[in-house]
């Protein structure tokens, strides 16, 4: 069984070595449900199986300044709404998401030049935070973290030439990283908080993709 694995780890990218490959360049919306919606810029690789067939890679970009509502109600509470102002202060958070999926894409004709197609991916998102310091909320603090994430989808895709195709894509993508930090009050009370970033919603992207 240990040799038919390690023959499968060596031949797999032998085999897709051996195949047509593809680079896709993604832009359009995403709206998670920590934050507000904004742009959203991707990449895509991988190799082309057959016609109907790719498996591939992607990495995107999505970023947001935000108030982060849910840590003002957490710190409201913590504090007392006589702090509302000061909390959101608190709360301001510039975030960076970077999903990182494997990725397979199946695609149909449909009409002369014009694909169907569904596609999946699965793999992590990963966070870069920036988020304000509770006792001194002029001064900016950093954090990182991850969950797995998974994504599922499908659109159109129109034939350009004969190595390339514009795409319409409406996908959902599923992750909530978080990580716990503890807060102490002027009387020195101390609480533990748990941000949790829902990033999951929809994204809406068109994009090129080319075939070499």
């Known amino acids: 069984m240990k040799k038919i694995i ?6 797999i990218p032998v085999i897709l070595s051996a195949q047509s ?8 919306l995403f709206s998670p449900a920590a934050t507000e919606s904004g742009f959203i810029l991707g990449y895509e690789g991988g190799w082309i199986i057959d016609d109907n ?6 990495a995107d970009w999505f970023n947001k300044n935000y108030v982060d509502r849910k840590l003002v109600d957490e710190f409201n509470d913590f504090y007392g709404p006589i702090n509302s102002q000061l909390n959101e202060l608190r709360a301001k958070t510039n ?6 999926m494997g990725t397979v894409t199946g695609n149909w004709v449909v009409a002369p030049r014009t694909r169907a197609f569904v596609t999946a991916g699965a ?4 966070l870069l935070i920036f988020y304000r310091n509770y006792a001194n909320p002029d001064n900016n603090e950093f954090q990182g973290a991850f969950d797995f ?15 390339s195709d514009a795409f319409f894509e409406l996908s959902y993508h599923h992750s909530q990283p978080s990580w716990e930090y503890e807060v102490r009050d002027d009387t020195g009370r101390r609480r533990i908080l748990e941000r949790r970033f829902d ?4 994204l809406m992207r068109v994009g090129f993709r080319f075939y070499f």
């Open 6 to 11: 390690y023959l499968l780890i060596v031949m």
């Open 21 to 28: 490959k593809f680079g896709t360049i993604k832009a359009g």
């Open 53 to 58: 067939f790719f498996v591939g890679w992607s």
């Open 95 to 100: 975030l960076h998401s970077l999903p990182l």
């Open 123 to 126: 793999g992590l998102n990963i």
């Open 149 to 163: 994430a998974w994504r599922l989808g499908g659109g159109i895709m129109y034939e350009l030439g004969s190595r």
């Open 199 to 202: 990033m999951s919603g929809l």
